[in-house]
């Protein structure tokens, strides 16, 4: 007995506080009870009221969810606000055109007026947020099923949302935080006018291009700057000539002190996805089965569109911002699965779940309780992994086929000309809007980069892809064909009307209902149904029950790791709410031997420098700059221009465009990136290896009014020397 107490006791002592200085992304509600002694402790001077308040203005006024995906920060009391390039990339696309290349030139707007409209941008403020836990939970029970819970949950949740929307124009929503085990309400205000002000040329925005993504030492000025507009009650309105500036209840002062080794700092915004408290089993399906195959197929993909996009500026202007965003998480996989690799991530995880079977088993009642968990876990990911498998070579394979998408996109209108109900009226209506999603959808494609897709991807699917569970009508048509992939695809491209802009869009401009059957009788429509009928009726049984019973083994478990280490304080993963990440500005060691500093220079760029590559250009007026040291108040102590900077913040994806605050609260970088080396921290977090890449704000400031002459910009931002 003694000594059973005595292993309990050195088990439970080995976990408490294992959360790392850096590590975690807090609920901004939280701070005050959670965090603010450290953040104090570690040299922060404002208070957990000034970073989230219900009671007046504070700094959560000044951030917003930027187009679904990103964050954003207001810098004025005009509504201007501050993104990551590679945020407002679709759009400043959009505006392009080989005649007003603001892509490859940059944009800056001389005038209010001559600001550009978004539509279909957004940003998004969090009015406040609540606990609702108990009554999320109202009426469920362990007893009943995943789905009969997610269900009560679900219908809990609507009286919620529409009670804390009464009568307000804001929208709101419930959250599942530490896999089901408390829920938070949050409630938000949405604006939908939201103007392009400026964006500098790529070889800024984006220098150092896919080359450097994910990697130190960079020197990206990876920036873009819109401008929230309201109704003249300063309410969100659609776009009107007539709308005015917002005028935020807070706005960022921006500081131009700079930073130093071991400076406090914290990152505000929306982190996307994070998975922390996962068995091994999962860290395995992910980091050494699904990563490979994925990073394999988009690969392919690169290869093939990056050889196009060297030869024609065209293509480059249709493909970049589709390579960029392949490439993306490509990269971010590899470094992932390696980071995950070094930091024997799966062995750590195993020897905690030995501990924990320890503990589970340690008496009948827990046992009872928590003992089968781990096994349980153990039994349906077996089971899945070939699955995922399968999943994975159709989602990364088969979709990034451009055709297969595109022509599926047709099934609503075959649909409609069955439903008796639909009229002539209904159906030219459908016909039209499919008229201008082509007219979009070919001003960025080329068949001839798309064919040569599909026979690699295709290629690598029939061959990889296990048998058993390849899509059918892909197995027949290559069976068809005697499994000559070439063959296969020369014919399809020709006979199908999807793959030529010409045929399809005079095809559509006279449609009737008649026509259908040419839709129907097509190979990239039978190809592209077949595939996603497949994924609807072959895999979504299997991969929705799989998820009905890990989401329940994961709650449990989620709670058992909770109370087998009551001491430790545990953050929830990101799911695109608001959080606050902090740590220090900091150094690491990223290989043997190798140093890497936490901030990088204007000279670097100049290193960097080789016109024959396209990601390393370097604009000819930034280089008369730099020649001339003409950095202004934007200098740094040490004399040079500091371009970005590292520290230990635990940010993730969503976290794009995040404002990085001093110990004052005051702007002094936007967060765009995170090292390579640290990126299996939506994983498991490593003190040593995880740091996020920020824009030093004053290279940021330098750009605007040095290069781009944009200083009535920086003239309206409250800015400290
Ligand atoms: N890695 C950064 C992020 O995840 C930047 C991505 C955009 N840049 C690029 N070169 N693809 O969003
Ligand atoms: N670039 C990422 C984004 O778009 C942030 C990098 C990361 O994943 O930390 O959110």
């Given at each position: 007995?003694?000594?059973?107490?005595?292993?309990?006791?050195?088990?439970?002592?080995?976990?408490?506080?294992?959360?790392?200085?850096?590590?975690?992304?807090?609920?901004?509600?939280?701070?005050?009870?959670?965090?603010?002694?450290?953040?104090?402790?570690?040299?922060?001077?404002?208070?957990?009221?000034?970073?989230?308040?219900?009671?007046?203005?504070?700094?959560?006024?000044?951030?917003?969810?930027?187009?679904?995906?990103?964050?954003?920060?207001?810098?004025?009391?005009?509504?201007?606000?501050?993104?990551?390039?590679?945020?407002?990339?679709?759009?400043?696309?959009?505006?392009?055109?080989?005649?007003?290349?603001?892509?490859?030139?940059?944009?800056?707007?001389?005038?209010?007026?001559?600001?550009?409209?978004?539509?279909?941008?957004?940003?998004?403020?969090?009015?406040?947020?609540?606990?609702?836990?108990?009554?999320?939970?109202?009426?469920?029970?362990?007893?009943?099923?995943?789905?009969?819970?997610?269900?009560?949950?679900?219908?809990?949740?609507?009286?919620?949302?529409?009670?804390?929307?009464?009568?307000?124009?804001?929208?709101?929503?419930?959250?599942?935080?530490?896999?089901?085990?408390?829920?938070?309400?949050?409630?938000?205000?949405?604006?939908?006018?939201?103007?392009?002000?400026?964006?500098?040329?790529?070889?800024?925005?984006?220098?150092?291009?896919?080359?450097?993504?994910w990697m130190w030492p960079r020197h990206t000025?990876?920036?873009?700057?819109?401008?929230?507009?309201?109704?003249?009650?300063?309410?969100?309105?659609?776009?009107?000539?007539?709308?005015?500036?917002?005028?935020?209840?807070?706005?960022?002062?921006?500081?131009?002190?700079?930073?130093?080794?071991?400076?406090?700092?914290?990152?505000?915004?929306?982190?996307?996805?994070?998975?922390?408290?996962?068995?091994s089993y999962a860290v395995d399906m992910t980091?050494?089965?699904?990563?490979?195959?994925?990073?394999?197929?988009?690969?392919?993909?690169?290869?093939?569109?990056?050889?196009?996009?060297?030869?024609?500026?065209?293509?480059?202007?249709?493909?970049?911002?589709?390579?960029?965003?392949?490439?993306?998480?490509?990269?971010?996989?590899?470094?992932?699965?390696?980071?995950?690799?070094?930091?024997?991530?799966?062995?750590?995880?195993?020897?905690?779940?030995?501990?924990?079977?320890?503990?589970?088993?340690?008496?009948?009642?827990?046992?009872?309780?928590?003992?089968?968990?781990?096994?349980?876990?153990?039994?349906?990911?077996?089971?899945?992994?070939?699955?995922?498998?399968?999943?994975?070579?159709?989602?990364?394979?088969?979709?990034?086929?451009?055709?297969?998408?595109?022509?599926?996109?047709?099934?609503?209108?075959?649909?409609?000309?069955?439903?008796?109900?639909?009229?002539?009226?209904?159906?030219?209506?459908?016909?039209?809007?499919?008229?201008?999603?082509?007219?979009?959808?070919?001003?960025?494609?080329?068949?001839?980069?798309?064919?040569?897709?599909?026979?690699?991807?295709?290629?690598?699917?029939?061959?990889?892809?296990?048998?058993?569970?390849?899509?059918?009508?892909?197995?027949?048509?290559?069976?068809?064909?005697?499994?000559?992939?070439?063959?296969?695809?020369?014919?399809?491209?020709?006979?199908?009307?999807?793959?030529?802009?010409?045929?399809?869009?005079?095809?559509?401009?006279?449609?009737?209902?008649?026509?259908?059957?040419?839709?129907?009788?097509?190979?990239?429509?039978?190809?592209?149904?077949?595939?996603?009928?497949?994924?609807?009726?072959?895999?979504?049984?299997?991969?929705?029950?799989?998820?009905?019973?890990?989401?329940?083994?994961?709650?449990?478990?989620?709670?058992?790791?909770?109370?087998?280490?009551?001491?430790?304080?545990?953050?929830?993963?990101?799911?695109?709410?608001?959080?606050?990440?902090?740590?220090?500005?900091?150094?690491?060691?990223?290989?043997?031997?190798?140093?890497?500093?936490?901030?990088?220079?204007?000279?670097?760029?100049?290193?960097?420098?080789?016109?024959?590559?396209?990601?390393?250009?370097?604009?000819?007026?930034?280089?008369?700059?730099?020649?001339?040291?003409?950095?202004?108040?934007?200098?740094?102590?040490?004399?040079?221009?500091?371009?970005?900077?590292?520290?230990?913040?635990?940010?993730?994806?969503?976290?794009?465009?995040?404002?990085?605050?001093?110990?004052?609260?005051?702007?002094?970088?936007?967060?765009?990136?995170?090292?390579?080396?640290?990126?299996?921290?939506?994983?498991?977090?490593?003190?040593?290896?995880?740091?996020?890449?920020?824009?030093?704000?004053?290279?940021?400031?330098?750009?605007?009014?040095?290069?781009?002459?944009?200083?009535?910009?920086?003239?309206?931002?409250?800015?400290?020397?």
């Open positions: 007995m003694k000594t059973k107490i005595f292993i309990i006791t050195v088990i439970l002592s080995l976990f408490i506080n294992l959360s790392h200085a850096g590590e975690g992304m807090w609920l901004p509600l939280l701070l005050s009870q959670l965090n603010e002694k450290e953040m104090r402790d570690m040299g922060m001077k404002i208070t957990a009221e000034d970073i989230y308040s219900v009671n007046h203005s504070s700094l959560k006024d000044a951030i917003v969810l930027f187009g679904g995906g990103c964050t954003g920060e207001l810098v004025s009391a005009q509504g201007l606000l501050l993104t990551n390039h590679h945020c407002g990339y679709g759009n400043i696309q959009k505006h392009s055109s080989l005649e007003h290349d603001y892509l490859t030139n940059g944009f800056w707007a001389q005038r209010m007026e001559e600001e550009l409209p978004n539509p279909g941008l957004s940003v998004t403020f969090l009015v406040r947020m609540e606990e609702v836990t108990v009554q999320t939970l109202k009426g469920v029970n362990d007893k009943m099923s995943q789905k009969m819970r997610d269900s009560i949950v679900v219908a809990n949740n609507k009286v919620l949302v529409k009670a804390a929307i009464n009568g307000t124009h804001y929208s709101a929503q419930v959250k599942s935080f530490f896999g089901g085990n408390q829920y938070y309400l949050f409630v938000s205000e949405t604006f939908t006018d939201v103007r392009l002000v400026g964006a500098p040329p790529s070889n800024i925005g984006k220098f150092g291009g896919d080359t450097d993504n000025g990876d920036f873009s700057m819109f401008r929230i507009y309201a109704n003249k009650e300063n309410k969100p309105a659609e776009y009107s000539k007539n709308n005015v500036p917002y005028q935020p209840a807070k706005h960022l002062t921006v500081s131009l002190k700079g930073v130093k080794e071991g400076d406090f700092t914290f990152v505000y915004g929306f982190p996307g996805t994070t998975q922390e408290y996962l068995p980091a050494l089965q699904d990563n490979p195959i994925a990073i394999g197929l988009r690969q392919q993909r690169l290869d093939i569109i990056d050889k196009a996009m060297d030869g024609d500026r065209l293509t480059r202007l249709q493909y970049s911002a589709k390579a960029a965003s392949i490439a993306n998480y490509w990269k971010k996989m590899i470094g992932e699965t390696r980071g995950i690799k070094r930091l024997d991530a799966i062995e750590k995880k195993q020897a905690f779940e030995r501990d924990f079977q320890k503990w589970a088993q340690s008496n009948t009642e827990k046992n009872a309780e928590y003992g089968q968990l781990l096994p349980s876990f153990g039994t349906i990911y077996s089971a899945f992994v070939p699955v995922n498998n399968a999943y994975t070579y159709l989602t990364e394979g088969l979709l990034g086929i451009e055709l297969v998408r595109f022509a599926n996109s047709y099934a609503n209108l075959v649909k409609q000309c069955a439903d008796k109900s639909k009229t002539e009226a209904d159906i030219k209506k459908t016909a039209e809007q499919l008229i201008s999603s082509a007219v979009a959808f070919y001003k960025n494609y080329n068949t001839n980069v798309d064919k040569q897709l599909f026979e690699a991807l295709m290629a690598t699917y029939t061959l990889s892809c296990e048998s058993s569970m390849q899509v059918s009508v892909v197995k027949e048509t290559a069976a068809k064909y005697k499994g000559s992939i070439p063959a296969w695809s020369n014919d399809l491209y020709k006979k199908t009307m999807f793959a030529d802009s010409v045929r399809l869009l005079s095809f559509l401009s006279g449609f009737e209902r008649g026509d259908v059957r040419k839709i129907e009788k097509d190979p990239a429509y039978i190809l592209a149904t077949g595939v996603y009928s497949y994924m609807l009726n072959s895999f979504a049984p299997i991969v929705n029950s799989f998820n009905a019973s890990n989401d329940s083994l994961q709650r449990l478990y989620m709670a058992a790791q909770m109370e087998m280490q009551p001491e430790k304080r545990f953050y929830p993963d990101a799911n695109s709410t608001l959080r606050v990440a902090y740590g220090n500005v900091k150094s690491f060691q990223p290989a043997d031997a190798v140093e890497y500093k936490w901030f990088t220079t204007l000279d670097g760029i100049m290193q960097k420098e080789n016109p024959d590559i396209y990601d390393y250009k370097v604009e000819p007026k930034l280089k008369e700059l730099y020649n001339l040291r003409d950095y202004g108040r934007y200098a740094d102590a040490d004399k040079s221009m500091h371009v970005a900077f590292i520290a230990s913040n635990h940010t993730t994806g969503g976290n794009s465009g995040s404002p990085v605050l001093n110990a004052d609260g005051q702007l002094i970088g936007i967060n765009f990136d995170r090292c390579w080396e640290g990126t299996m921290s939506d994983l498991m977090y490593d003190p040593d290896q995880c740091r996020n890449i920020s824009l030093d704000i004053r290279y940021c400031l330098f750009i605007i009014d040095k290069m781009a002459g944009a200083k009535r910009l920086v003239d309206e931002m409250t800015v400290v020397e």
